[in-house]
């Protein structure tokens, strides 16, 4: 089946078995994953990924429908690998259990709350601004991602794709949102919800500014003009976050 | 010149004379314009604006280096044309004079300031939200653009178009955050900036969540399980911009 000149032609068989099927898929999508890493989401092409794992475009074209299908399924891997380190950092006692929705919130000792105020980014809240800043800037893969899911991503699948997608990254939203809600009793349900769209909207737009091309990154080295427009992810996304959860108490109507 | 078919042969002579050319430059931005604004920045190629001009792409290329240089060419005319809005919505006596950033404040019954607290979105915060809003809800191709800049524009044109571009681009935030300091006089400059900069990229990555492909809208108009996941932008924008104002001055460290 190889025919891509980067393959040693017999490495791989046609997948015939379902776990050999299963293998194969994994394969592609491991394969898709580092060349994104590598070279950016947007680089990275069908015929890139086939040659990558050896196997033939058309062969690649049995397990998913399209490049932008292969990406979706790796952005839905990636929002749950998300969301279940959210809880590990923010509510180790129930890692993964998705059950913080209908439990009582346990943090009394919120910076934001009742009171309406957000204090100066102490407490609670910070912790939350923290860790979100960090979850996102950990991960490249995810940001990258964000950004091209509404662009492309979910433009070039077919209905049943984009549902299961959606369904995957709502959960995973939902779900951090229920986190949230934990560590700030304070915040209603939709508030929680909103601050955590809000920061993974911007975590997708800021990733891209923080990670120019090789002509606009030596632009902002060489021009003092210009430097003030690069952005440094995790600092950026940390204020912003301390900001949207000092004002959603206040700005209440 | 003309060899697409699309064209009436000799409708278009090679453009020779300086306001000529002008004037074949200004064709091309204004067919890329009318094509984005119908199709999205991402479908719209090269030899599909050289077609509704009427030229080959070959003499398209005598204007532009690249597709991503029209655009970006676009871009930096949206922004000036945002910010000369601002003025005239936020700033009545000094539409588009850029000189704010050295005036003295001028609205003093600011929701937003140096008490710390940012009341319910009443005031000049709440004005401010408005306006903001609806100048990125009322300039798809603007918020269309701005998701692509970072994302593919700026990627893919020389650095003397990518330096020129973020001068304009800059200049345009920078005059935008003059202008909210000027409404807000509570907020430090870097505050306005940092809003600035948060709501455009916000209106850049929900945009495209709001204008789902013919696929995903459908979905979203036949599955109450995924209805929540679209964003009606300008509503979004606005209570985003309260809880921003609302979060500045009480977030600071």
Known sequence: MSTSPEVSAGTYQRARRPEQKLERRDAILGAARELALRDG???V???DIA???GIH???LLRYFETREQIFLELTAQAWREWVTALHAELDPAAPGT???GTGEPGRAESGVGGSGTGGSGTGAAALVADVFARSFGDRPLLCDLIAHTPLNLERNVSPEAVRRYKLTSLGAVGEAAAIVRHALPGLTPAECTEFVAAMASLAGALWQIANPGPALAALYASDPDLAGAC???APRLRRTAEILLAGLAPSRS
């Open 51 to 53: 040659a990558r794992v």
């Open 45 to 47: 092409s069908l015929a």
């Open 231 to 233: 952005v440094d992810l």
């Open 57 to 59: 475009k058309s062969a």
């Open 41 to 43: 989401v947007r680089t």
């Open 98 to 100: 998705g059950e913080l």
